[in-house]
Nanobody, 127 residues
Framework: QVQLVESGGGSVQAGGSLRLSCARS????????MGWFRQAPGKKREEVAY????????YYVDSVKGRFTISQDNAKNTVYLQMNSLKPEDSAMYYC????????????????????WGQGTRVTVSS
């Protein structure tokens, strides 16, 4: 059974940084598209960033480009989201997700479904 476990959330002031981690276990396939999503209270869940486990270009939603960086350590089966220059509007529950699929879809930001979700980690940015 695949498990995704997020960590690293917390409270910071605007302009600060946090690094989220997503540890993956139980997957025996060859590759995955790993993603970070977020959901603020009263709002729909939205995409943040994706990366393919075997390499390729990372995808970012426009609102985080230049501030967030998605990366991975395949030896640890862990994906990270480095978040810099945080803004109050970045406050949300952040979820790690994974799906099987093509690297080209992952690179281009195409996410038709989610196969696995983590439980989420909360990020609060104060002004």
């Amino acid at each position: 059974q695949v498990q995704l476990v997020e960590s690293g959330g917390g409270s910071v002031q605007a302009g600060g940084s946090l690094r989220l981690s997503c540890a993956r276990s139980g997957y025996t396939g060859s590759s995955l598209c790993m993603g970070w999503f977020r959901q603020a209270p009263g709002k729909k869940r939205e995409e943040v960033a994706y990366v393919y486990t075997t390499g390729g270009s990372a995808y970012y939603v426009d609102s985080v480009k230049g501030r967030f960086t998605i990366s991975q350590d395949n030896a640890k089966n862990t994906v990270y989201l480095q978040m810099n220059s945080l803004k109050p509007e970045d406050s949300a529950m952040y979820y790690c997700a994974a799906r099987r699929g093509r690297s080209s879809d992952c690179d281009s930001g195409f996410w038709p479904r989610t196969d696995y979700w983590g439980q989420g980690t909360r990020v609060t940015v104060s002004s």
